[in-house]
């Protein structure tokens, strides 16, 4: 069971739509949780969780989807490989207990967090959107992924020293083998962080998501 902060919907009611937040490594859920009240008048129906991950960093502090002290492409896959099922169980429970859907549901990451959410894509289908800040992608093997597609928005900043922005460029050209055109913005001068230009774009992509007929992304 994964527990984090959460934040009801403004709206008062019964949530019509979950958005998951995705930390990154060696933080927690609070981490991104504040997010919840910039998005809040945008999507007032919503209901935000920000889980904790679901082991302890082996930094000593926060907690980690998986373990990064070797950065190689195989640990990573091998890591979203054993977190991904965990998640994916855990967001089903979720949806059930409120009635909800895949196809209102989006993800929400940062970092690490980023790489989960575009794996998760893969293995519950007919999730709404995710929205990805300063992440990576690392295909899975086999083209697990069936219409309709998420729409999916990335950001990045091209300073970041943490998850170089060459990541970014090897996302979307990876997400397109998938036939997936994600929609993109880059940060100018901005290192590993998200600032209010990314969340303002990042808000308004799940707006425009949510109210879609059609998770297929055509951009």
Known sequence: M???????????????QLVVFLHGYGADGANLIDIADYWADLLPTAEFIA???????????????????????FNIRAGLDRATPIIVKQLKIWLHERNLTPADLCLVGFSQGT???????????????VVGYSGAFYPPIGNLLKAPYPKIFLAHGDMDTVVPYLAFVEAVRNLQKFSITPATYTSHGLGHSINGEGLNRGGQFLVESLSATDSVILT
């Not at 889980?51 to 492409?73: R, T, V």
């Open 51 to 73: 889980p904790n991950a679901i082991e302890p960093c082996e930094m000593g502090f926060g907690y980690q989807w998986f373990g990064l002290q070797d950065f190689s492409p």
């Open 2 to 16: 994964l527990v984090g902060p959460t934040v009801s919907p403004k709206s008062g009611e019964k949530p019509e």
């Open 115 to 129: 790489m989960m959410a575009l794996d998760i894509m893969f293995h519950l289908q007919g999730v709404k959107a």
